[in-house]
């Protein structure tokens, strides 16, 4: 009898799920005998090595270095060396081949331009910068120089064609157009100086070494096909590169040639790629784009994208006055020097192509009639039969209605709770504590939500500390990113970039999240990324929630690639708010990689219990639980994980309401709804806020105001409501800061919908 | 030994590999007795090992590595503890005490090591398919008892006892090994 409680308590040991009361027991068991104790650390052992052998990879075998060694020596920094660590393999700058190939390809043709025949580089760039060992990069860098002077050439020459018109004012204003003139002329001088170079390049000496031919003042400019031009930054779903008549698979960092042609194929599919200058093309799903072009080095010829159907959404930076962007569609051609601009082309009817300028000013040409038209930012026009070509302003969102006596009540609880939060959260206990769960986000987070402007001085406290902070723990790091997403977008890219390093390093293998350890990777990330705050057009905030600030528009995207994957650990909560984070992320112009949201979606979908196979617990449905073991499934969870599959479901740019995980979730809650506790969790009242805010999340991410016959947010506002306490706080369970701060946000309806993000984003999707 | 330590202090990798590549196999069976959980052990293992490499300056070359390193995972478990009981209120109890004082006695008379390793593989492939099924699904893949359970079609206690069992059939195998040898 003995012997057999004693496996018992053994394989619970090692299964990790004994109670106190049988860990009180295998204890006694093991003091009292020195052949249970032996038996007991040989099996714990064994369970070890079991655990090794299984793990090794089938060649690894007593291999030199297990993925052991390797996981230590990757978060590794040795204190002198600093290497790049060793598993996971550092991002490769994307533009590293294509500078390879353009250092090779387009360099004499630059040179050609750009230097006088016979030049070498400029003799400054050999005396300053020492010789790089990637001499793709020291041409690029170079070939960066040469554009700049060129560019500072041409605002010198516009600069001067102004004095000269000055020079016909007063005597004082033509006293000091003269001086400034000859400085002008002084720097023009250096340039040019600069640009030149005292002998021509030493020719390459065949083998034989026989004299070569003189080569040609003018070299033929190198084929079209042959001229790399952009290189891919994210591909998504069904997106293809056309070259030389095949289609394959697009690939981030894949080059794009002069007449290649990019294609996605389903709504939810998409293809950014990048110029060297830093301009970016997005294609949006079922997008052809059949031809890119150039530039080349002569006037008149510019980057050159042909639209054929589908939407191109593009951030232009500045272009060489001579080297406008064209693009052209069936219908139009469009002529930009820089900007941001959206064009849309309908193939349906008799055609059609619209464009979108959201900063700047394009030439819009309709190619029927040779009729043009200056599109400035804010405005649209239209290239189609019939339809009279004209510039028109965006759409405004219509105002939302008056509150009703019920907003009334809950605008005067959230104020209530905000001031109660604002006195009381700063000195409470857990204001002060550096923890997992710390509460300073989420406090802040409520008053971004809550209308509370940033010069408050408790706001601006939290939003100081939160930025000086370092960046750990994933339920902070996700609400950090949702907050300065809020917030402004555009300019805390760079720290959301830094957030969503840390959630995709913060992975564990299976695809769940964990409290999560600081990642190395974040100190790798680029410097800068945003091009700085583009406001909403006018009129965007009245379609706003109350206190939400408008949010600038996204125009540079950037990917954030995956450097390790955790091992161990990982709960569905932390997972939860992970998807939030991410969410944020992508919506701040932050490329999540697909490999973390298809683990992700993996992990929720094969954890979904099924009450049919668990019976005994009773479900009434399929939920989730907060580990899969735990077999006690949730409205906390359950919610969390269906609005954490919406989420990505909708960074993939796919349909969740057909999502059959989604679905059952939803049916769960349906049939277990209640307000007055986390459904299926009675013995825990402190979850009670924390789960109607989940519901909230997955009710407003679905973009539904039911559950079954459940009107959630009437009921759940009611309960609140009534739950408040006289201070204006509430407390349903054991944190009173945690349950106002979850409130607030379910009474704001504080989640953003996705339908509405996109709007934000593009006018065309409303 | 000491060479080895210079150089890992110097910031090489390589002997930095070298060194917890020689030491990882006890280290973790350690682990394995003194974490919250055993399947925390390796985790616990990887911090105490990077812990190490972090403050190799002030190790001393003329002490032993390894009764360093255990030390350093003694205090990462008790880490370990801490947080378990702020996330989970499960508290260090009298039994996670009684296994340090166990672990910290002298080595096992025929400790585990490669040879021990390389024959368990060998006696791994020799199970019954559902045996070694079962110890695929919980080792390799990482499942619980329950989920093999669900994966097999059986109950969880009955998958339980089917591992003490094929722990056990695998003990006898690799000392059976071990002997011919």
Not at chain 1, 6 to 20: I, K, R, S, V
Not at chain 1, 443 to 449: A, E, K, P, Y
């Amino acid at each position: 009898m003995e012997r057999r409680d004693f496996e018992e308590l053994l394989a619970g040991y090692l299964e990790g799920d004994l109670a106190p009361e049988e860990r009180e027991r295998l204890k006694g068991l093991l003091e009292g005998d020195a052949a249970v104790r032996d038996r007991f650390l040989q099996e714990v052992q064994m369970n070890e090595a079991l655990r090794i052998v299984a793990r090794e990879a089938p060649a690894q075998g007593g291999a030199e270095r297990s993925e052991f060694v390797e996981a230590v020596l990757s978060s590794w920094r040795p204190p002198t060396a600093r290497k790049a660590p060793r598993v996971y393999r550092p991002a490769a700058s994307r533009w590293k081949p294509f500078l390879a190939a353009a250092g090779v390809l387009g360099a004499v043709a630059l040179l050609a331009v750009l230097l006088k025949p016979g030049a070498t580089p400029p003799s400054r760039v050999a005396k300053e910068v020492p010789a790089s060992e990637d001499p793709a990069r020291e041409e690029a860098r170079r070939e960066r120089e040469r554009r700049e002077q060129v560019l500072r050439l041409e605002e010198i020459e516009r600069y001067r064609q102004e004095l000269l018109t000055r020079q016909r004012g007063t005597q004082e204003e033509k006293e000091k157009a003269a001086a400034e003139l000859a400085r002008l002329d002084r720097e023009k001088r250096e340039i040019e100086e600069k640009s030149r170079s005292p002998k021509p390049p030493e020719p390459l000496k065949p083998p034989d070494s026989q004299p070569l031919p003189t080569p040609p003042q003018d070299p033929a400019p190198p084929r079209a096909t042959a001229v790399v031009v952009a290189a891919l930054v994210h591909a998504r779903g069904e997106a293809y590169v056309l070259s030389e008549g095949a289609r394959k698979a697009a690939r981030p960092g894949q080059l794009i040639l002069s007449g290649d042609g990019l294609e996605t194929v389903g709504a939810g599919s998409l293809a950014l790629f990048e110029y060297p200058d830093g301009t970016q093309v997005e294609l949006s799903g079922d997008t052809l784009a059949g031809r890119l072009l150039g530039p080349e080095p002569k006037p008149g010829s510019g980057k050159r994208i042909f639209v054929d159907r589908g939407t191109v959404s593009a951030d232009v930076v500045r272009q060489p006055a001579d080297q406008q962007m064209l693009f052209t569609t069936p219908h139009s051609e469009a002529r930009v020097l820089g900007t941001s601009l959206v064009i849309s082309v309908d193939l349906a009817g008799g055609g059609s192509t619209t464009l979108e300028v959201d900063e700047g000013r394009v030439k819009f040409t309709r190619l029927r009639d040779g009729l043009a038209v200056e599109v400035v930012s804010g405005h649209y026009a239209v290239a189609a039969t019939g339809v009279e070509l004209f510039a028109r302003p965006f759409p405004q969102e219509p105002r939302k209605k008056k509150p009703g006596p019920d907003q009334l009540k809950v605008d005067g609880a959230i104020q209530r709770g905000v001031q109660w939060l604002k006195a009381e959260h700063a000195r409470s206990a857990f204001a002060a504590i550096d923890m997992a769960q710390c509460s300073d986000e989420l406090v802040l987070w409520t008053l971004v939500h809550a209308g509370v402007p940033e010069n408050d001085p408790e706001f601006s406290r939290l939003l100081r500390q939160m930025l000086e902070g370092e960046i750990k723990f994933t339920y902070r790091v996700a609400l950090q990113a949702m907050i300065l997403e809020q917030i402004d977008r555009v300019k805390h890219q760079r720290r959301i970039l830094e957030c969503a390093q840390f959630l995709v390093d913060n992975q564990i293998q299976h695809g769940q999240w964990t409290y999560g350890e600081a990642s190395p990777f974040v100190k790798d990330l680029p410097k800068e990324t945003a091009t700085g705050a583009r406001p909403r057009p006018k009129g965007a905030e009245a379609a706003l929630p109350p206190g939400l600030r408008p949010k600038p528009r996204v125009l540079r995207k950037v990917p954030v690639t995956q450097r390790r994957v955790l091992t161990r650990g990982g709960d569905n909560s932390n997972s939860q708010y992970a998807a939030l984070g991410l969410r944020a992320c992508h919506d701040a112009g932050v490329l999540i990689p697909r490999e973390v949201i298809d683990l992700a979606v993996k992990w929720w979908a094969r954890t979904q219990y099924d009450d049919a196979k668990h019976l005994a617990a009773g479900g009434r449905g399929k939920g989730w639980a907060y580990g899969y073991d735990l077999l006690q499934w949730t409205g906390a969870m359950t919610a969390g994980a269906a609005g954490s599959l919406v989420i990505y479901h909708y960074i993939q740019g796919e349909d969740w309401t057909k999502d059959k995980l989604v679905a059952d979730g939803l049916e769960w809650l349906a049939q277990n709804f209640v307000v007055t506790e986390n459904p299926g969790f009675r013995q825990a009242p402190g979850t009670t806020a924390y789960s109607l805010y989940a519901v909230e999340r997955l009710g407003v991410l679905y973009g539904t105001d039911r559950l079954g016959t459940h009107d959630w947010y009437a009921e759940g506002s009611k309960m609140f409501l009534d739950a408040q306490r006289p201070d204006g706080s509430w407390k349903l369970g054991e944190n009173g800061y945690y349950d106002t701060c979850f409130a607030i946000l379910f009474l704001r309806r504080a989640t953003a919908p996705l339908v509405d993000v996109a709007s934000v984003d593009r006018f065309k999707k409303r | 030994m000491n060479d080895l330590i210079r150089r890992v202090r110097a910031g090489d990798a390589a002997s930095a590999a070298t060194l917890v590549n020689r030491h990882e196999l006890r280290i973790r069976l350690y682990a394995s007795k003194v974490a919250p959980r055993p399947d925390m052990a390796e985790d616990i293992a990887q911090k105490a090992f990077l812990m190490a490499l972090k403050s190799i300056e002030t190790f001393d070359p003329t002490r032993d590595f390894a009764l360093w390193m255990q030390g350093i995972v003694r205090n990462v478990a008790r880490q370990e503890w801490e947080r378990l009981a702020i996330r989970s209120r499960v508290e260090r109890d009298g039994l996670a005490g009684y296994l340090e004082e166990l672990a910290a006695r002298a080595e096992p008379e025929n400790p585990i090591d490669e040879r021990w390793l390389k024959a368990l593989r060998g006696c791994v492939d020799k199970l019954p398919d559902r045996s070694r099924e079962i110890v695929s699904l919980h080792y390799s893949m990482g499942m619980s008892c329950r989920d093999v359970a669900d994966k097999v079609g059986t109950s969880v206690n009955a998958v339980k006892m089917a591992m003490v069992r094929i722990r056990g059939a695998l003990r006898g195998c690799v000392q059976g090994k071990l002997a011919e040898v």
